[in-house]
């Protein structure tokens, strides 16, 4: 409030500014001959097909990753019955990979398996 009243003190409560007489009688039409006439620009294609190219490189991508993931797959359980098939110490070879892979991932060295081992 004190900035209020500084200002009413020293300036009034007059207003400096006016509005010129018929201002705003004729403002919507001064405003409608400012905008341009032009007819819209068209828009390019490259702009016009970048959502669908956008959605197409998504289906691709998903496809893609889908065949690939069924494909790897598939040739893992082809090895799995063509072991499954020639000789069962085959199988052993394939779970062996997995068991280090496995023993890997869970950090688990020589000597722990040992000691599992003896404890049996």
């Avoid at 190219?53 to 889908?66: F, H, K, W």
């Avoid at 359980?77 to 280090?100: C, G, H």
Wanted: glycine share 2%; charged share 25%.
């Amino acid at each position: 409030m004190n900035e209020e009243e500084y200002l009413n003190q020293h300036f009034g409560k007059r207003r400096p500014f006016t509005v010129p007489d018929g201002y705003f009688d004729n403002l919507a039409e001064r405003v409608m001959q400012q905008i341009p006439t032009d007819a819209p620009r068209k828009r390019s294609l490259v702009k016009t097909l970048r959502p669908w190219l956008y959605a197409a490189a998504c289906i691709v991508l998903l496809v893609g990753s889908i065949v690939f993931v069924s494909t790897y797959r598939t040739e893992e359980s082809q090895q799995l019955k063509t072991a499954n098939n020639n000789n069962s110490n085959e199988i052993v070879v394939a779970s062996d990979n997995y068991i280090d892979d496995m023993a890997d991932y869970t950090m688990v060295d020589n000597d722990d398996i040992y000691l599992y081992l003896a404890d049996i």
